[in-house]
């Protein structure tokens, strides 16, 4: 297939788009390489895809709300279908900068469907968060959860954008499959996040910052985990339809820190600071649907996920000086 993927040169994006050429299916990915963290980690992220393979990679550093180059893109290229993960990401700086998520997790889906609807796709994969379930109280949880409470921009904007597909499905017919991600980690994850931050600084004798007291926690899961359910079921989109990716395994902050100390065999410097606004308590995915529907199993614990980060951060470190403090 010809499958076009936003966000390409992303963590999620550049090991999507790694599989689907070696499935030798064709990739035009779009990334704008924005500042978000340092673009030369993403420049690194898609390295084992150079332009030159263009017969199966074709990269377009190209941002996503610029309508008239989309169209262009869409036009050059016979699309089967799209897989739109690129979005400012990030709870905390959504917070502070509200119009800029909108404009690029609504607007610039809203700009993508269009093109698909111009170009006659029928077939849009949209990566969603678990942060939609915002305030929710029941754990854990569920695609028919009511997800109205979103206490940060950034979930407001991807409950937003999730809405906008299902208009798209009612009136022009496009099938969806809307993929609410929990908290994936792995090789490539962004800096920022806490896997990655707690390991480099741990690594480099650097105290780390904990919002609250270390007992909230996340459902965190493992890049293939992820990648492996989305190109498995490439042929089964078709209708509207919500699945939680998650690992249905929620595990505390503190418990965490103890697994990374373990396997760097380091000891965290821990400084508690307060919790912060927008973040929610705990993240814990209901995968049933996701397993009935689209034969969903993730295999890798905390421990194994975790060591696996662990060693490709090491050996990425030592190679260049993407990760310095």
């Known amino acids: ?20 050429v070696s499935l030798k299916n064709s990739v035009i990915c779009i990334d704008n390489f924005n500042d978000y963290y340092n673009p030369d980690i993403k420049e690194n992220n898609i390295s084992a895809l150079p332009e030159e393979q263009s017969n199966l990679f074709t990269l377009y550093r190209e941002d996503i709300l610029n309508k008239y180059v989309l169209d262009e893109i869409f036009s050059k290229h016979r699309i089967d279908m799209v897989i739109h993960l690129a979005a400012r990401a990030g709870v905390r700086p959504s917070i502070n900068n509200a119009s800029l998520y909108e404009q690029v997790n609504v607007q610039g889906t809203i700009n993508l469907l269009d093109a698909c609807r111009n170009h006659g796709i029928s077939r849009f994969i949209f990566a969603s968060s678990s942060s939609v379930y915002g305030g929710n109280n029941k754990i854990p949880f569920s695609e028919h959860d009511n997800v109205d409470n979103p206490v940060s921009p950034y979930a407001a904007t991807k409950k937003a954008a999730e809405l906008v597909c299902y208009t798209y499905f009612y009136l022009f017919k496009i099938s969806f499959f809307v993929y609410r991600f929990f908290t994936v980690y792995g090789p490539r994850q962004r800096p920022e996040m806490a896997i990655h931050k707690f390991t480099r600084r741990i690594l480099n004798n650097k105290e780390i910052y904990v919002y609250g007291d270390g007992s909230s926690s996340r459902d965190y899961t493992y890049i293939d985990d992820i990648t492996d359910v989305i190109l498995n079921n490439l042929e089964n989109i078709k209708g509207f339809e919500i699945f939680n990716l998650g690992n249905s395994n929620p595990v505390k902050i503190s418990d965490l820190i103890n697994t990374i100390e373990k396997i760097t065999a380091k000891k965290a410097v821990i400084n508690y600071i307060d919790p912060q606004a927008g973040d929610m308590k705990v993240t814990y995915a209901d995968i049933l649907k996701a397993r009935k529907m689209l034969k969903y199993n993730p295999k890798i614990s905390i421990e194994e996920g975790v060591k696996k980060f662990v060693e490709w951060y090491i050996e990425t470190k030592n190679k260049n000086k993407l990760f310095e403090e």
């Open 1 to 20: 297939m010809n499958i076009l993927v936003t966000g390409g040169a992303g963590f999620i994006g550049s090991h999507i788009c790694e599989k689907l």
